[in-house]
């Protein structure tokens, strides 16, 4: 059964920072065939795509809302994504999801989430 288990979500204060990590786990093929995605939703809002990536930490995409801010970055050997935040705000209050997708096709799969909040 595929798991995704997010960590590292807090209270922080408007420009700190932050690392998420997801770990997957129960996938069918390796971890390095799966794209791998970090979503946020915030309160009342629609969940929206934050960042992703492919098979190396060279293929990389940023939503222009956090491009400069957030790094999104892989382990394939643990089998890891993570987030660095950086120089964070308010407005990046949400709880944030990480996806993987097969390469081939197929339905993604979903973390639980964890809460991140912004404030001071």
């Known amino acids: 059964q595929v798991q995704l288990v997010e960590s590292g979500g807090g209270l922080v204060q408007p420009g700190g920072s932050l690392r998420l990590s997801c770990v997957a786990s129960g996938f069918t093929s390796t971890f390095s065939n799966y794209v791998l995605s970090w979503y946020r939703q915030a309160a009342g809002k629609e969940r929206e795509l934050v960042a992703h990536?492919?098979?190396?930490?060279?293929?990389?995409n940023y939503e222009d809302f956090v491009k400069g801010r957030f790094t999104i970055f892989r382990d394939n050997a643990k089998n890891t994504v993570y987030l660095q935040m950086d120089k964070l705000a308010p407005e990046d209050t949400a709880v944030y999801y990480c996806?993987?997708?097969?390469?081939?096709?197929?339905?993604?799969?979903w973390g639980q989430g964890t809460q991140v909040i912004v404030s001071s």
């Open positions: 990536i492919g098979f190396t930490n060279d293929a990389t």
């Open positions: 996806n993987a997708a097969f390469f081939a096709g197929g339905a993604p799969a």
